[in-house]
């Protein structure tokens, strides 16, 4: 989900997003009570879409109802199992049952809109007694069929539910879904990318984080640079040591293991600031890059899950 579907910040946010570029828009309002849905709400859908994945993939039928249980969203997504853990999940999916979204993507031409919620409804399932026993939500068509769709899946690192900032996710997925296996890179006009996250950050504040980003490199798989221009500067990513990602690669942080990637990888990183044109990364950011949603899919041997994220082509 490359484009300004969610909130980026941990603060309550009830300003609506509405984004345009060509034929794409996006209009996301918040409940005002509870505020927009977040990027780390958003892991609730990466655990649902690899649900369906899963279930498909092992020939069972799929459906946009599922139950499940706290205790196994909560454990998928790298959060842990406390009380207060609970009510923010319960917390998660209200905003993500109350925010609205209306989008011209995956619809017949520019001018048609769908509008939907990132889940229909909601409820908790209790025994007898009044304990609760898990929580059963309804996904709505858009997002489930994206999920069923093989030309929307790519894979993502599972570092990616470590991720502190909000901007650092949002830059994951923006660097999945266009840099994806290029080996030449990608960039972005950073005016552009500002327009494209949605943020209520201002230019100049937001193209410090991105600075300060581009000096901690914490996409996992993925090297950040600028490149300063007379005019403009620009943001490029390009595969972290010049090989497709993998499930798991080395991101620096504990409990993952190795990905076969070369021994370059540990070698010191080079400074992500440059003056000028920088001549390998070629690519630039085209909008006929469409769509990308998150799915995530289990590892068949045991060892694990693997997040993947869907990207749409061209029309990629």
Known sequence: MAYPFFSLAKSRRTKPIDFH??????RVDADHAIGMATIWDADILIWAASQIVDARDAGFPTSRLMATTPHEILTFIGRGTSVRDYLRLKAALDRLQATTIATSIRQPTGRRMHRFSWI??????????????????????????AVLDDALVLTIDPAYFELLGGLERWLYRVVRKHGGHQRGGWQFDLRHLHLKSGSLSPLRRFAFELRELVRRQPLPGYRLGLVIEPRRTLLTFALACGQPVKPLVLSGTSGHVLSGTPGSCYREQKSGL???????????????????????ERGRSGGGSRAVSATRRPTR
């Open 21 to 26: 570029a060509g034929d794409i828009s996006v």
């Open 120 to 145: 229909n409804e909601w409820k908790e399932r209790a025994d007898v007694q009044g304990r609760v026993m898990g929580v059963e939500l309804i996904l709505p068509d858009w997002f489930y069929s």
């Open 274 to 296: 440059s003056l000028g044109y920088h001549a390998a990364i070629s690519l630039r950011n085209l909008e006929s890059n469409q769509v990308s949603n998150l799915v995530v």
